[in-house]
T-cell receptor, first 112, second 115 residues
Framework: AQKVTQAQTEISVVEKEDVTLDCVYE???????LFWYKQPPSGELVFLIR????DEQNEISGRYSWNFQKSTSSFNFTITASQVVDSAVYFC?????????WGAGTKLIIKP | EAGVTQFPSHSVIEKGQTVTLRCDPI?????LYWYRRVMGKEIKFLLH????????ESGMPNNRFLAERTGGTYSTLKVQPAELEDSGVYFC?????????????FGPGTRLTVL
C-alpha cells in the first residue's frame, strides 16, 4: 500500500523560530517522486519542491530546506527563521503512476 | 501565462441536484487531473486525463461522478445526483506530457456544499 503520513496536525511557533514539518511515506515502487505543496489561506495549492527517489541530496532554497532520507522513508521540510507569511497548510505528497497520494497536511501558524 | 482556472469557485446545491464543475488547464498541458478534499480528510485523487482520454479513473467514488474532456482542452466534472458526502473542495491540476514526476499545477479549487 502507498501512504503518506504527516503526524503533526498543527504547529504553532513564534516568528523567527525554526520549524520542521515531518513527512513519512510508504511505497513498494523503486522509482517514485516526493512533493511538498503549500496551501495559504487563499486556498490554492502552491508547488514547493519535487524529489525523485534516486536523488537523496538535501536541498536548500532560501529559508526552506528539505531532508530526504530513504533509509527512514522520510522527506522532512524545515523553515528557518519563520515569518508570518509562512502561515499555511503544508502538504507532503507521493507521486505514483501520475496520481499524487497526499498526507493529511500540517497547519503551520506563525505568530508575530 | 495563465494558470489553471476553475469555475465556479463556490457552489451550494441541494441534495439530489446536479452540479458541473469546470477546469481549464494551462495551455499545452496534456495531463489533467481531478482531486478532492472532503472535510477533515486527505486530498484524494479522482482521475487523470491524457488529452481527451481517461488514463486512470480509479479514484472516482461512484457512478454519480462523470468527467469529460472533449477535445483535450478543458474538463468538466459532473455530480448527479449530489449527496451530502460530496461536499468538499475539488481541485484540478495539469502537467506537461512526460514522466510521472512532472510538477502538477493546481487551480484554486471549487468548494462544493451539498445541503
Amino acid at each position: 500500500a502507498q501512504k503518506v503520513t504527516q503526524a503533526q496536525t498543527e504547529i504553532s511557533v513564534v516568528e523567527k523560530e525554526d520549524v520542521t514539518l515531518d513527512c513519512v511515506y510508504e511505497t513498494r515502487d523503486t522509482t517514485y517522486y516526493l512533493f511538498w505543496y503549500k496551501q495559504p489561506p487563499s486556498g490554492e495549492l502552491v508547488f514547493l519542491i519535487r524529489r525523485n527517489s534516486f536523488d537523496e541530496q538535501n536541498e536548500i532554497s532560501g529559508r526552506y530546506s528539505w531532508n530526504f532520507q530513504k533509509s527512514t522513508s522520510s522527506f522532512n521540510f524545515t523553515i528557518t527563521a519563520s515569518q508570518v507569511v509562512d502561515s499555511a497548510v503544508y502538504f507532503c505528497a507521493l507521486g505514483s503512476n501520475y496520481q499524487l497520494i497526499w498526507g493529511a497536511g500540517t497547519k503551520l501558524i506563525i505568530k508575530p | 501565462e495563465a494558470g489553471v482556472t476553475q469555475f465556479p469557485s463556490h457552489s451550494v446545491i441541494e441534495k439530489g441536484q446536479t452540479v458541473t464543475l469546470r477546469c481549464d488547464p494551462i495551455s499545452g498541458h496534456d495531463n489533467l487531473y481531478w482531486y478532492r478534499r472532503v472535510m477533515g480528510k486527505e486530498i484524494k485523487f479522482l482521475l487523470h486525463f491524457v488529452k481527451e482520454s481517461k488514463q486512470d479513473e480509479s479514484g472516482m467514488p461512484n457512478n454519480r461522478f462523470l468527467a469529460e474532456r472533449t477535445g483535450g482542452t478543458y474538463s468538466t466534472l459532473k455530480v448527479q445526483p449530489a449527496e451530502l458526502e460530496d461536499s468538499g473542495v475539488y481541485f484540478c491540476a495539469s502537467s506537461q506530457l512526460g514522466d510521472r514526476g512532472n510538477e502538477q499545477f493546481f487551480g484554486p479549487g471549487t468548494r462544493l456544499t451539498v445541503l
